[in-house]
């Protein structure tokens, strides 16, 4: 389960996506998710949930996962922004 903190660390990282996640590169493709080594633990985000989907779009959204020892054990999905109004 995240922490309150790395939830903050997280929103935070939304609104500015130039930013390292828990300081280091931390983006994969989902399918990668198999090559994610046994003894990992830590952050990754996978952005390619939507290939329209682009930080510099007024709505983003960015999915985050969570892993212990190569396994994955949460996920948070990141939501910026509201979709142009007409």
Known sequence: ??????SAIISRHIYKTTM???NRNNNFHL???NRIPNKF????I???V?????????????LYFK??????????LG???TAPMA
């Open 1 to 6: 389960m995240s922490t309150v903190l790395e």
């Open 20 to 22: 390292p996640l828990f």
């Open 31 to 33: 399918e990668d998710i």
């Open 41 to 44: 633990s830590g952050w990754l």
């Open 46 to 48: 996978d952005e390619t």
């Open 50 to 62: 939507d290939p329209k989907m682009f930080p510099t779009n007024g709505f983003y959204a960015a």
């Open 67 to 76: 892993f212990k020892n190569g396994k994955a054990i949460d996920a948070v």
């Open 79 to 81: 939501i910026r922004g």
